[in-house]
């Protein structure tokens, strides 16, 4: 699967879709996984020879992926979503392409949690053309139900569907798992980059806005802290609230100090990084004598310096079980390193 890109980009279903269609139309395998999953849930298919991406329709509805028989027939149709929504041809002209007098199958891949909230509104569109019965929710947490005489209807997650494929895949070695896993990787980024529906416990719960608070409290705590020592300025400069957190930023020294950089909660580093929700960061283009500074305390104290191009940082450490006053005394420990070594090598040195 190296013609597939892995850049996220506005048209991320359809690479996770060509990717899906590539493995299933290479691999006798991950054929035959389909036709078992379709077996699980009631549904008898022929023999799927063919697979081919985005096959328009009468309507021009364009399904992601359709699976044939030798026949021509199409008697499987996958559909993908991440955070799109239902176009108007969904779900029920994709319904009316199934043969005939025979089975067939209709499947949605979608992230799973936007399986239980996804079917409600498909199930609701179904239902005013055709006679459903039967409804079925999976051990795995896929919902399933009977169309009309012969058709099924599969709402399955992402993550089943390509581990089921994979788990045949390494059962017979075959040489289509790395494509798998290559895939799996890729719509976990995805994913990942997703709104994700609130959980009721979510929207009943003050947790999440309790923590970030606490978070913003640490920021300023560890700013007050720095002032209150006389090592640090904030002459001329403002608390921030960004997109991605909250900022203070700082004078390094006196407030006539050219030098500075910035206290940060930074949501994007901690989600890129997974190392801390807090870090120091320098001004825009920072001479190379404090990007040496920098990378002197990270080195000295175990930390991984990110260089940006403009910018250079490195994580304050937040550790399960700190109370706020021991979180808040590391990190001005750390940062003090810093202040010191910019107060003894000062930038016209």
């Not at 509805?61 to 199409?74: F, I």
């Not at 089921?164 to 994913?191: K, P, V, W, Y």
């Not at 007050?224 to 997109?243: E, F, I, N, W, Y």
């Not at 100090?257 to 206290?263: A, H, P």
């Amino acid at each position: 699967m190296a013609h597939l890109s892995f850049r996220l980009t506005s048209q991320h279903e359809v690479i996770a879709t060509e990717g899906l269609t590539y493995i299933l139309q290479q691999s006798d395998v991950c054929r035959r996984a389909m036709e078992l999953l379709a077996g699980s849930v009631g549904c008898n298919l022929p023999e799927i020879v063919s697979y081919r991406a985005e096959v328009a329709g009468e309507d021009l509805e364009r399904p992601d992926v359709v699976g044939r028989v030798d026949t021509g027939q199409e008697v499987l149709i996958i559909e993908g979503k991440f955070d799109a929504g239902l176009t108007d041809n969904q779900p029920n002209n994709y319904l009316s392409r199934l043969p005939k007098g025979s089975e067939g199958l209709l499947i949605f891949v979608v992230p799973e949690l936007r399986v239980e909230g996804l079917w409600k509104v498909v199930i609701s569109r179904a239902e005013n053309d055709y006679d459903l019965a039967d409804h079925k929710e999976l051990p795995d947490g896929s919902k399933c139900v009977n169309v009309g005489s012969g058709h099924k209807l599969l709402m399955i997650s992402w993550g089943n569907l390509l581990n089921s494929l994979l788990q045949h895949a390494q059962r017979s070695d075959s040489q289509i798992t790395n494509d798998i896993l290559q895939l799996i990787s890729l719509c976990d980024r995805i994913e990942g980059e997703t709104f994700k529906p609130f959980r009721s416990e979510e929207l009943t719960s003050t947790r999440i806005g309790r923590r970030h608070r606490d978070l913003c409290n640490l920021v300023d705590a560890i700013t007050d802290r720095l002032l209150a020592a006389g090592s640090a300025s904030v002459k001329g400069l403002k608390a921030t609230p960004q997109r991605d957190g909250y900022v203070r930023y700082i004078r390094f020294g006196d407030d006539n100090s050219k030098v500075g950089g910035s206290i940060r909660l930074d949501y994007t580093s901690w989600v890129e990084n997974e190392i801390s929700p807090i870090w120091l960061e320098s001004w825009e283009e920072p001479s190379v004598y404090l990007r040496e500074i920098f990378k002197q305390v990270a080195v000295a104290d175990g930390l991984a310096m990110q260089e940006k191009k403009s910018t250079v940082m490195f994580p304050l450490d937040v550790k399960s079980g700190q109370e706020f006053s021991e979180i808040v005394n590391c990190a001005a420990e750390r940062i003090e390193k810093i202040l010191q070594l910019v107060k003894e090598n000062p930038p016209d040195n």
